[in-house]
């Protein structure tokens, strides 16, 4: 298989599906793989999915993780940006590479750690999916008990929080109450295709201090 593996090319915005594959080869996989690459992975009871993503969704992920960030800044709240750090656990057979996570309650269990176990670490406190070019499989996320999963499609920005094991889709963000997340990220991120992406994110740091 892993043979196979570095024969195959995949496109921009396509996605690779292999079935029966198990932990031990998953594994592998991922070392195959590298950490300095564009393919994201996820990997759910024996079926791993392979995606590239297009240019859109890496604009994307970039603006919602920097307007998170400027959030947590602005309201002095300590924070670990992991990006699209490997979240796996063995027992539970699940791994997921979100296109950003952030651990804010859970700061300090991880701090100065390189690799995680979702077997003994906490998971993020909040993960962000773009699925402008792919579709976010939730189970994974919703085993491995991230309390804040945000997705944002082609229909905007999507909020789901976990409640008694199972996500449900909500209005407003536990992370940051109060705020209009959802009019906010959907807003910018229109704003950054008209004019820019670095002129949309200061627009949104010039409203941010002018009504926080």
């Not at 791993?48 to 919602?64: G, N, Q, R, T």
């Amino acid at each position: 298989m892993l043979l196979e593996l570095r024969q195959l090319r995949i496109q921009p915005g396509q996605q690779l599906l292999l079935e029966d594959v198990s932990w031990q080869q998953f594994e592998n996989i991922l070392a195959e793989l590298g950490e300095h690459r564009t393919a994201r992975i996820s990997y759910s009871y024996g079926f791993l999915e392979i995606m590239v993503p297009l240019p859109e969704h890496e604009k994307a992920k970039e603006i919602i993780g920097d307007m998170v960030k400027i959030l947590l800044n602005e309201q002095s709240i300590n924070y670990d940006a992991l990006g699209s750090t490997t979240l796996k656990n063995k027992k539970m057979s699940q791994g997921v590479e979100p296109d950003a996570c952030f651990y804010i309650q859970n700061q300090g269990a991880v701090i100065g750690k390189n690799r995680l176990d979702m077997g003994v670490d906490p998971p993020p406190d909040l993960a962000i999916e773009i699925d402008l070019t792919s579709r976010t499989q939730l189970d994974n996320y919703q085993i491995l008990g991230v309390p804040e999963l945000w997705r944002y499609g082609k229909q905007g920005l999507k909020i789901n929080v976990l409640e008694n094991g199972k996500y449900a889709e909500s209005d407003s963000s536990p992370t940051f109450p109060g705020m209009p997340i959802i009019e906010l990220v959907n807003q910018y991120v229109q704003q950054s295709k008209v004019i820019g992406s670095s002129q949309a994110i200061q627009a949104f740091r010039n409203w941010l201090r002018d009504n926080i």
